[in-house]
């Protein structure tokens, strides 16, 4: 199984970069498909905040217009004030689109114990008590075809 690695992490940077080469706030996500292939996006920001979309919707939404698997994910932040680049957790959202293709997928989370400042965890270690779980059939994660993909 592919992590949320600095490979992936390097794409999502080059893609803020290429999008916003000079803000001081941006948010850009890569993402693992089933076959090593990656896909990049950034955050859709709009003057109305209701209709902003996370960085990984693109990519999510590509892999399934493609009929991909998604195996690993990573969102990355650049703020004011901070050094560098910052991993951004999964928000409820995002865990959510990104279940779909199971609790195996890897995303990249925030880690003060980890050198880097971050790791890659299973959606399921990240979200251990997913709602969804009450309709699995193995009690465990809804499958696919639950999911209607």
Same mark, same amino acid.
């Given at each position: 199984m592919m992590e949320a690695d600095q490979n992936l992490f390097d794409r999502a940077v080059d ?17 693992? *498909?089933?076959?090593?292939?990656? *896909? ?12 902003? *979309? ?33 991993? *951004? ?32 965890r299973p959606l399921l270690a990240v979200n251990p008590y997913y709602w969804a779980a009450a ?15």
């Open positions: 893609q803020m970069t290429l999008r916003w080469p000079g803000a001081s706030e941006a948010v850009a996500a890569a993402a693992y *498909l089933d076959d090593g292939s990656i *896909l990049t996006g950034v955050s859709l920001d709009n003057f109305n905040a209701a209709m902003n *979309l996370c960085a990984e919707t693109g990519p999510i939404c590509e892999a399934y217009s493609q009929g991909r698997r998604i195996v690993a994910s990573i969102c990355v932040s650049r703020e004011p004030g901070r050094d560098g680049f910052t991993v *951004l957790s999964p928000c409820g959202a995002c865990q959510e689109r990104l279940a779909i293709w199971g609790p195996t997928v890897e995303v990249g989370v925030s880690d003060a114990s980890s050198s880097s400042g971050w790791s890659s309709f699995a059939e193995d009690d465990v994660w809804p499958s696919a075809a639950q999911h209607g993909s």
